[in-house]
Structure formats: structure tokens, C-alpha cells
């Protein structure tokens, strides 16, 4: 259906893509595999026709494209979802779901009759059903991805290209994600998943291509690929997760959590985290694992209850006390709630030690600006110039970031909630030795996911949370994903 044959793209002399080539087929889902900088975005561009190659041909069905935009391109049947899902908060999903197509038709007037029914129909196509008069902003992530499915469906999708689909989404809502891609391929769509799950990847897709430093590295038939492999592939070097080394069972209680409770989020949530710990927390969507984690530093305020660092009671809903204490949080959404994007990476590191670093009503900038670059170098945070805006910066890179200046504050408690949400595969792995390292050095760490892999390989215990409370404890070295994943589901 669409070849891609040697398409090159550079930037003021810094190449994103070289001699890239393959095809997609209709009925296929094809993996575009590749670690944040490989060329993934900028060949996404491309077949969406807002970035032109500077070299290379796309054929539709055999004949050249010629030069694309958008519009040549959504009338070749090419449909982008982003991971934002570029969706219309305040129209009605009927509204969203019809909005491209009745452009399309070049009518002044909108059909709202005819976008409802355009609406109910990809809604049944797809098996699912939601309120078409709900306005999109109330609506879970998982649903307003289905709308941006359906969206791409009422404008004859034939290839639709998934950026980072999974991301904000429960193991429970991946799997009906999966369904549906696995329904749109009977139907004759092309799916293009890009994705830094790699398990789903090779679930779903019937091919693979690994892109890496903007050229095509392995291309295959998904079979051929395992996460061992793919990895390899991605990354140009083996990425081996080890199992956390084990806490000293003398080592000192640091944070004792007891009888928390936030009406409509959770209730009765007790436990206690030794120094050297990494403890995680798990749940489905709702489970109440997020409010627990705002809680514990302060951002929500809890009914009743008690949390003390070192035998020092916590002031709840105080966040300025929480860090004062010693709690560090890292935030799900680091680019809404973690970091200032318009400013350089070195002020987002330095903002958390302004205070430290004043002298006599002077604020000491290079003793500032020393402090901040000797955390990015520990984490090899990779960057032409720390004063780049951090919103330059890759999401490994920029969840590097946060952690530095965290970590700068010298915390007793790191709080990670979604610590690799949206980092490539060989980020992820490194943000993982991290985590273990810093354990090592004797802090205590609780770590909010629900990407099962991450929390075999990070964590010493999990605790599971269903309806807002704690139902499980186990010990990380005796269980297995699946294992894990049924406990969170039954």
C-alpha cells in the first residue's frame, strides 16, 4: 500500500533520517521500533506531510506521491494519532469524531444529524460504546483515544499511524487497545505502532523496523525479534535488567505511613519503608495509587491519618513540609507538573536549591550552576548545552532532569510516580540503575506503576491497591508478571 524508499531529512546540517526505506501492506501492523532521537518523529512527519525529505520517493498502491501536506496525505487515507490524541476538549465526541470528515466535504454548514450517525457508526465498527453528546475533556484517556480512532476511521483511514499509543494507558484498557488494532487489520487498515512496550510491539505487529541515529538498522518479520533482541537492536548494546540486591533487614525504618485515609481515594493505607528500600505500589486506573502519592508529599491533603520520616511527624497537605522532611516526589506528568519547559536545564535542576545557595540576600550563581551540572554529569543527562530549554530534551533525558533536582535536595524519601512513563527502552533501563544505585546509598524510594517489568526489576516489595485500598503485599523476588498482572486484575 505505501513504500518508503530512501528518504533522507537533515536539520542546518544534522541528518534525522538517512536512506530510510520499506513498505507497509494493507491488513499489516508494522513496528516502528527506536530510542527517543532515532528519526521516529520526523518520518512520522513525513508521511503526514508536514516535514518534506530532502532526498527519497513515497509511493501510494505503486505510484509516486509526489510533494505531500497534510491534506494530500489525509486524502491518501493516512491518519496520525499523537500521543496528545489532538483532540477538541470542549466539542462533543460526536463532534470530534466527525469534525475532519465533514471538512472534507467543503460544505458551509455543519450536518450535526449526519455527524451523529457518522459517529455511531466508527463507534460500532470499533465494538465500543460512549455518550456521543459527552464533551471530550470528561472523558478517560482510554475513551479519548477510541475517539481519536474513530475520528481516523470517518476519514477513510488506510494507514493509521499510532505515536506511543499505550502510554497513559492500565494493562486492562492495552488489552482492548490491542482487540481493536487487531480488528482494524481485518478490515484492510495498515497500522504503523510506534512504542517503547516492547512486549506489545511483538504481540501485535506482523513486522519490524529499527530505526537508530536516523537510519534503518534491522527490518523482519516480527517473529525473528524477541525484547532481547530489539533491544539490541535499538539501543547498539545489551540492556540486561538485574533483580534489586536485597535491604538489610537491619536497616532502619525511615517513613511510616499509618491508617491514611482521603474520602473517595483511599482509605486505611498502612506501611513502613526501610532505608535502602525500593517499594512499589501497583494498581489499576482508579485503584487510588496516584492520590496516594500526591498524599504522601503533600499535594493532596488526607482526612486522617499519620506519615513521619525518621520518627518526625509530617504535616499533611503541606508539601513545603513534606520536602522539609526529607520526601522527594517525581511526578506521573513531568512535563504538566515536573518541569518549567521554556526554562534552561540548568535552572530546573537549581530551583530546588535556591535557598542553599543565598548568601547575605545574594543568590551565588556559580556555586548554583556547579552543583546543578555535577548532577546532570552523574546522571549522564545527554544535552549540546545545559542552557538549552529542558523542553529540547529527550523524555529519558528530561525525566533525568527532575530526578537531579530532587536529588540535589539530598531526600530521604523518593517518591517516583511513573518513574519511565514515555522513555525509550534503553532510558528506561538506566532511570531502573538508577534507582537501584540510589537504594544502595541507603535512600528509601517508592515507586507508583503500573508497568509490571519495571516493578520486578526495581522493586523489594509491592503492595497492591484495588477501590483505595492496600489488598497485597508481596515480595518482588517471588513473583512473575503474570503472576503479578492476575493479582491486579481478579
Known amino acids: 500500500m505505501i513504500a518508503i524508499e530512501g528518504v533522507t531529512k537533515a536539520y542546518a546540517g544534522i541528518t534525522a533520517l538517512a536512506d530510510v526505506g520499506f513498505s507497509i501492506a494493507a491488513g499489516e501492523a508494522v513496528c516502528l521500533a527506536g530510542e527517543n532521537g532515532s528519526g521516529k518523529s520526523t518520518l512520522i512527519k513525513i508521511l503526514a506531510g508536514v516535514e518534506q525529505p530532502n532526498a527519497g520517493t513515497i509511493r501510494f498502491s505503486g505510484e509516486p506521491a509526489g510533494t505531500l501536506n497534510p491534506r494530500r496525505s489525509a486524502a491518501a487515507g493516512i491518519m496520525v494519532i499523537f500521543q496528545d490524541f489532538s483532540l477538541f476538549p470542549n466539542l462533543s465526541v460526536a463532534e470530534n469524531i466527525g469534525f475532519s470528515a465533514e471538512l472534507a466535504t467543503e460544505r458551509r454548514l455543519v450536518n450535526r444529524g449526519r455527524v451523529r450517525k457518522l459517529a455511531a457508526e466508527m463507534l460500532k465498527r470499533l465494538g465500543v460504546e460512549i455518550d456521543l453528546d459527552v464533551l471530550v475533556e470528561?472523558?478517560?484517556?482510554?475513551?479519548?483515544?477510541?475517539?481519536?480512532?474513530?475520528?481516523?476511521?470517518?476519514?477513510?483511514?488506510?494507514?493509521?499511524?499510532?505515536?506511543?499509543?499505550?502510554?497513559?494507558?492500565?494493562?486492562?484498557?492495552?488489552?482492548?487497545?490491542?482487540g481493536i488494532i487487531r480488528r482494524l487489520k481485518a478490515d484492510g487498515v495498515a497500522v504503523l505502532f510506534v512504542s517503547h512496550k516492547l512486549a506489545e510491539v511483538l504481540e501485535v505487529c506482523e513486522k519490524v523496523v529499527v530505526l537508530r541515529n536516523g537510519r534503518k538498522v534491522a527490518e523482519g518479520p516480527a517473529t525473528e525479534f524477541d525484547a532481547a533482541s530489539l533491544t539490541h537492536h535499538m539501543t547498539g548494546r545489551d540492556v540486561a535488567e538485574e533483580p534489586p540486591p536485597p535491604v538489610d533487614p537491619a536497616a532502619p525504618v525511615l517513613m511510616q505511613v499509618r491508617s491514611l485515609a482521603k474520602a473517595g481515594s483511599f482509605d486505611a493505607v498502612s506501611f513502613d519503608l526501610r532505608a535502602g528500600e525500593v517499594l512499589g505500589i501497583s494498581g489499576l486506573l482508579g485503584s487510588g495509587r496516584t492520590a496516594l502519592a500526591k498524599a504522601l508529599f503533600g499535594l493532596a491533603a488526607p482526612d486522617q491519618g499519620s506519615v513521619t520520616v525518621a520518627s518526625k511527624a509530617v504535616a499533611l497537605g503541606d508539601p513545603l513540609a513534606a520536602a522539609a522532611c526529607g520526601i522527594a516526589y517525581v511526578p506521573e506528568d513531568r512535563l504538566t507538573e515536573g518541569l518549567?519547559?521554556?526554562?534552561?536545564?540548568?535552572?530546573?535542576?537549581?530551583?530546588?536549591?535556591?535557598?542553599?545557595?543565598?548568601?547575605?540576600g545574594m543568590l551565588d550563581l556559580a556555586g548554583l550552576w556547579g552543583e546543578a551540572t555535577d548532577w546532570l554529569r552523574k546522571l549522564t543527562v545527554k544535552t549540546a548545552s545545559v542552557e538549552a530549554p529542558v523542553r529540547s530534551l529527550s523524555g529519558g533525558n528530561q525525566q533525568r532532569v527532575v530526578l537531579a533536582r530532587w536529588l540535589a535536595t539530598a531526600p530521604r524519601v523518593l517518591v517516583l510516580n511513573g518513574p519511565s512513563v514515555g522513555v525509550d527502552v534503553g532510558s528506561k533501563s538506566d532511570i531502573h540503575g538508577i534507582i537501584r544505585d540510589l537504594s544502595q546509598t541507603g535512600l528509601g524510594v517508592i515507586v507508583i506503576s503500573d508497568d509490571l517489568p519495571e516493578l520486578l526489576a526495581t522493586c523489594h516489595r509491592i503492595l497492591v491497591m484495588k477501590a483505595g485500598r492496600i489488598t497485597d503485599e508481596i515480595a518482588g523476588a517471588d513473583i512473575t508478571a503474570e503472576d503479578l498482572a492476575h493479582r491486579l486484575a481478579s
Not at 144 to 163: E, S, T
Not at 344 to 358: F, K, M, Q, T, W
Open 340 to 360: 518549567f519547559l521554556t526554562q534552561s536545564i540548568l535552572r530546573n535542576v537549581g530551583i530546588g536549591r535556591l535557598e542553599a545557595h543565598c548568601r547575605g
Open 138 to 178: 470528561t472523558l478517560p484517556v482510554a475513551h479519548k483515544q477510541l475517539v481519536a480512532i474513530c475520528r481516523a476511521l470517518a476519514c477513510d483511514a488506510r494507514l493509521i499511524i499510532m505515536d506511543e499509543p499505550t502510554t497513559a494507558l492500565t494493562e486492562r484498557e492495552v488489552r482492548i487497545l490491542l
